[in-house]
């Protein structure tokens, strides 16, 4: 079995606009949650006369920046960040694409919702009786698999290009699959994340009638996601995209390339029961398959970055989960949810929270779980709350994706050893 | 400047946000970063702006603004009965 390092790094999410800005923001203990739309005459409008939910995780970017007009029109809000992140991954990758690599270099890529927002827009004007019409861009934009084709196309990547939809775990699912074909030896190269842009009012309206939006904190909008406090009431929507290098491992050792971590692990399970339920069977099944592919005991495992949402069943669910898989040894690991300041970035929160997983293991900072002051008597593991852990030595880490539809999906990293 | 030409120029300055003094009859596509997409989003706006109905929309093999234009036009004179037709 060949060996996987990550060499290239990329984010656009809530907090930061790179890799180095978004850590540092999780570090800080900042939220990146507030309201949405604000100034907004329309959705303004739309908000007080049906009340609800408005607040969410925007990622610090403009798309104006990074697209001449003419692109920017065709890409939507999803395929922008995407393709931003996969450029700071490269760059940071320090990787030399000539024909031969660029005819094999693989794009993994998780989305929940895909353009969903431009769908929306080109289908409400028509119904609406707004157009007759609907621009032709409308299925360009909004197809599932843009950003992974945009992506390819901007680097002349002719590998496969795949896109996972899985929820919830879409990128986690995304970066494993990759993670497989470089361990099996079908790819030297891949490009693996994910990219989700579900900041509209529809979007909200949707998952506020669910229940399973946070509810406004009166004191600080900020606190509204309080994952594992007893006092929480769900989660808050964020948008943001990460790529990852995923590099063999001796391809990247011959041309000396820097290694932010390896990825060691992957387990997949699907909770059987209930299409929205979680169940502690097919979380722990997931933790349980990945640390055996790695090939390691769980007393192992240093940190977890938890799937986390502030949603009353997973907390407790996944709390249960790391217990079975963990034993004894969950009463020493250091479990934590960065969904508490970036919100839940649905098909992009696995390749997200797997980059915060990593860059902590490689800096021995463990980000916190913030707005956690009010405890749960069924969470109950420590959960880093409150503020950073400064000085951790940690060599491996664990990140749990779960979703709706029931595919469990957890990712594991270790530290970055010195290449031989 | 013919009025079709003028209602591309309108909608490259207000929806593609391209500067109007780059914008004249022979400016070459590729040098405003209007790729085969662009172009076929750009003949559905004149289409309603000018209610005719273009038959080539992604492969029409255009090189420059004028080009558009004179397609455009040439869809109005053949709506409004007129001989040209596109060769």
Known sequence: ?????????????????????????????????????????????LQAKEGGASIGAPAPFDARAHFPAPRRKLLDRV???????????????????????????????????????????????????????????????????????????????AGPCLTYSTACSSSAVAIGEAWLRIRCGASTVALAGGAEAPLTPGTLKAWDALQALAGEDPEDLGASCKPFAGDRT??????????????????????????HGELVGYG??????????????????????????????????????????????????????????????????AVSSTKSMHGHLLGAAGAV??????????????????????????????YVPLAARRGQDVELGMSSSFAFGGTNAVLVCRRAPRLA | MTPTFEGLRDILVNEYELPPERLTPETRLEDVE????????????????????????????????????DYIDRLRAERDGGAGRRG
């Open chain 1, 1 to 45: 079995m060949k060996r996987v390092a990550v060499t290239g790094i990329g984010v656009v999410a809530p907090g930061g606009h790179d890799a180095e800005s978004f850590f540092a923001s999780l570090v800080a203990g900042r939220s990146a949650v507030r309201r949405l739309w604000e100034g907004d005459p329309g959705t303004a409008v």
């Open chain 1, 79 to 157: 395929s922008q960040l995407a393709v931003v992140a996969a450029r700071q991954a490269l760059e940071d990758a320090s990787l030399e694409l000539d024909d031969d690599l660029r005819r094999t270099v693989g794009v993994f890529l998780g989305t929940a919702l895909g353009g969903a927002a431009s769908a929306d827009e080109g289908y409400a004007a028509f119904y609406g009786g707004r157009a007759d019409r609907i621009h032709p861009s409308t299925v360009l934009l909004a197809m599932s698999n843009a950003p992974a084709g945009w992506i390819a196309i901007e680097h002349g990547l």
């Open chain 1, 234 to 259: 769900g989660l808050v929507l964020g948008e943001g995209a990460a790529v990852l290098v995923l590099e063999e491992w001796e391809h990247a050792a011959r041309r000396g390339a820097r290694v």
């Open chain 1, 268 to 333: 997949l399970s699907t909770d059987r029961e209930h299409i929205l339920r979680p169940t502690v069977e097919g979380q722990a099944r997931a933790m349980a398959l990945a640390l055996a592919s790695a090939g390691v005991s769980p007393r192992a495992v240093g940190y977890i970055n938890a799937h986390g949402t502030g949603t009353r069943a997973n907390d407790a669910v996944e709390t249960a989960a790391i217990r079975r898989v963990l034993g004894a040894a969950a009463e020493r690991v």
């Open chain 1, 353 to 382: 929270e797997l980059v915060a997983t990593l860059l902590a293991l490689r800096t021995g900072v463990i980000p916190p779980t913030i707005n956690l002051r009010v405890p749960d008597p069924a969470c109950d593991l420590d």
């Open chain 2, 34 to 69: 209007i790729d085969s997409l662009a172009v076929m989003e750009l003949v559905f706006s004149l289409e309603d702006r000018f209610h005719v109905t273009a038959d080539e929309r992604l492969e029409a093999g255009f090189a420059t603004l004028g080009d558009i234009a």
